[in-house]
Structures are given as C-alpha cells and as structure tokens.
C-alpha cells in the first residue's frame, strides 16, 4: 500500500527482496495500490517496483485487504473510516491460508522496518505482539 513520500520505503522493499531471495524462505510481494488513480498506480508500479504481483487498481480485493489489516492512506479515511492502525506504506506477511504473521510500520519506521522480517516466520511473534 503506497502514498506519497513512499517510494524510498519501496526501494528498500525491492533491494531486501532481491538480497535474501536466495537465503530465506521465498515468498511473494502483492502490491496493493492507495494511488488516486488506476493510471498513477499502474505508473507507479511499472517504474518503482520490482518482480512483485499487483493487484488491479479497482480490483475489490484491494479494499478487503486494506479493511482486513487495518492499513490505508490517509486520503482514504472517508472511505475507510480513521480505525487504521496504519498509514502507508506497510508491510503485512501473511502465511499461504492469508493469516497474519508479521507486520511491519514501514510508514512509521521508515525502512528501518523491513529488518524486522525474519525467514522463519510461521506463525505471529511474540516480539511483535506487543507494539500493537
């Protein structure tokens, strides 16, 4: 999930993905666009992200997502009301049935959050449980 101001946080993402592709456990970068349109969101991704599958702008997966894990744009607050626990962008891993394992403050943290993310990960860490 991406606004303004996110694009370091999105190089990062790119250069810790490609760094411990060939070391840790592989997973899969879903982008979930808070663009304000389809065409800066297919921008945005066509020349700032890496090997990552998106989501289609107004696919209605994106809005379950956001509601789901409580992360969107401050832009989008009318439509998703103020009880976010996060801004974006934000990292969620979530395990191959779609249940949380991890989530990262990117917004907050900057890219310092992404070496939090550890490989083992299969279910929540304790060590996170406590900062929500």
């Known amino acids: 999930m991406r606004a303004s101001g996110a694009r370091s946080a ?5 250069r810790s993905a ?3 592709a060939s070391t840790r456990t ?5 982008f979930v666009s808070s663009d304000s349109s389809a065409e800066d969101a297919t921008q945005h991704f066509e020349h700032g992200q890496g090997e990552w599958v998106a989501l289609d702008w107004a696919d209605p997966l994106s809005a379950k ?3 789901q894990h409580r992360i969107w744009s401050g832009r ?3 439509q998703f ?10 990292v969620v891993v979530v395990d191959s049935a779609g249940g949380e394992v991890a989530f990262m403050a ?4 900057g890219a310092s959050a992404l070496k939090s993310y550890r490989s083992d990960w299969r279910r929540w860490p304790v060590e996170l449980a406590d900062e929500l």
Do not use: C, H, Y
């Not at 009301?81 to 934000?90: I, M, Q, T, Y």
């Open 76 to 78: 989008e607050v009318m």
């Open 18 to 20: 490609s760094s411990t």
């Open 81 to 90: 009301g103020l009880n976010r626990r996060s801004g974006v962008p934000a």
């Open 65 to 67: 997502l956001k509601r």
């Open 10 to 14: 999105d190089a990062s993402r790119r």
């Open 26 to 30: 592989p997973f899969d970068i879903v």
């Open 106 to 109: 990117a917004e907050r943290d």
